[in-house]
């Protein structure tokens, strides 16, 4: 861990008034530690303070959104909440990654969102779901004769690896290399952040090469030959390009079955509806995406503002907690009730505005394809009640161990 400096040394400015400031890390939050769940550390959290925007002096002193209409309103508003600087702690400016497009603002964004936009389309990801499908079934049987699991690592981290390094065209012998990155990717730690982009460069560096002189049909291929604005893209934007799908497509995934997963261990009420009807499936992902958001984005505040009732600093960070929007009760009733029949799911997780996630579609049909063939293959299925469900947080919302058990001879 790097020792604190200039950029992460906890602080609160003087144009912050006292009521706004609240004691929260989001790394290591003691409600995180204390609650049986993140979500109910989260939860915690909302029911201390209210919905609204406040400042901590974490992670280098930072204002947080819990606010379902502010959070949608920052979102919508990149004029105010710019994404080029999005670490948090505060990275250097010069060692910022550079993500495209996430790390764009409008009107620059537009037109490199569109090659991604391309790469992802309808039908190249409906195409998918065959392999999505095959994968998942070999790794559900690899596991059922055991009658135990932990279900994060036999399931949930290398399926979205496997399914993502097949759309990029790579090879998939490299996967737990990958996962032990995107951890670095993620960590608060700047040497482990720094560390996990040179990765990422270095072995994408010949698979994009090669693609320029033999494109295949894979996204890399896509990416290399793309244009933006009517010009080629170069060799450093398609690297930026991968930096991000890299970050943005594995850890979301793997945190969304693994909350699903775990919430369904818990209730087998639940567990048993969606077995006796799947059609129910596709309302159930929605729900788990709701009940359980993962992304905490971090944004920078482009000029001085007066926004949703403080003061707020050109350069300041601003933390939009999506997971939160998803548990304020002005938009859900009952939010922190898991309800297959809620009428309304219409949830912030992927985001809203120009950045919203271009992997939502991709992300749903894995979930989706992932339930059908897990409530089809498996029996019912339980918690250990030997062995601890695990957390980590950050910038996502994470389960680090699901134990999980069932009757093999079912
Ligand atoms: C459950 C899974 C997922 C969740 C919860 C999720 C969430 C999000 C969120 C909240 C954003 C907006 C970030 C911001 O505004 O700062 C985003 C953007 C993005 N996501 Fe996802 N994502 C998921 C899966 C995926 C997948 C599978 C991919 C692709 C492989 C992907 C690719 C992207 C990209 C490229 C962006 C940037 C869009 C832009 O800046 O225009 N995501 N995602």
Redesign the pocket.
Known sequence: MNAPNALTRPSVPDHVRPESVVDFDLYRDHRFEEEDGLHEGLWRLIQETGQGIFWTPHNGGHWFITDHELLFQA?KQPELFS?TA?TLPPMPADQEPR?I??G?DPPV?GAY?LP?MRA?SPDIIKAMEKDIRAFAAELIEGIRPNGRAEFVEAIAEPM?IMI?MK?MGMPLDRLREFREWVYDMLSPDNDRRASSYVHVHAMMEPLIREREKEPRDDLISRLVHSEIDGRPVTYDEVQA?CL??FA???D??A??LSFGVCLLSRDQELQARLRANPELIPEAVEEF?RRY???F???TAAKDMHFGGVDICKGERVL?M?PAGNLDPTAFPDPARFDLDREDKAH????S????????H??RL??RVFYEEWLKRMPRVQIDPDRRVTYRTGLTLALDKVPIVWDAAA
């Open positions: 979102a994404s999005m993500l497009p996430l764009l964004h969102r991604l992802f979205p993502f759309l390009y991000l799908l943005a497509g594995l979301t995934v945190n969304s995406l958001g993962i992304v984005t971090p944004r939009l999506l912030m997780t992927f985001n505005g120009p950045h919203r996630c271009i992997g939502s991709l992300a894995e979930l």
